[in-house]
């Protein structure tokens, strides 16, 4: 078993910043690709970024490309989301997941947290 819990939502204005952070804690986190999901109320869960063990695989959705930043620190048993320039539409429940591969398909991931809010305000 993988426990995740998120933290570093909250409420932003429209072009600011934040930063989210996973802790992992459990089995051993350099053996899972890490992923960052968002749901919107009324929308599905949707791919926000993820990466593989040793950060040599990133990928990001379409929507935060050049915005969002993922990374981890495996010493720290730890995964990030740097997310800059945020938008209205970026207003979520955040997600980490934890998972074999850095795919972009929430079902492949086994393990998730409880979610952060992050609210953009105008």
């Known amino acids: 078993q993988v426990q995740l819990v998120e933290s570093g939502g909250g409420l932003v204005q429209a072009g600011g910043a934040l930063r989210l952070s996973c802790a992992a804690s459990g089995r051993t986190f350099s053996n899972y690709a890490m992923g960052w999901f968002r749901q919107a109320p009324g929308k599905e869960r949707e791919f926000v970024a993820t990466?593989?063990?040793?950060?040599?695989?990133?990928y990001y959705a379409d929507s935060v490309k050049g915005r969002f930043t993922i990374s981890r620190d495996n010493a720290k048993n730890t995964v990030y989301l740097q997310m800059n320039s945020l938008k209205l539409e970026d207003t979520a429940v955040y997600y980490c997941?934890?998972?074999?591969?850095?795919?972009?398909?929430?079902?492949?991931?086994?393990?998730w947290g409880q979610g952060t809010q992050v609210t953009v305000s105008s």
């Open positions: 990466i593989n063990w040793n950060s040599g695989r990133i």
């Open positions: 997941a934890a998972g074999r591969w850095a795919v972009q398909t929430k079902n492949d991931y086994d393990y």
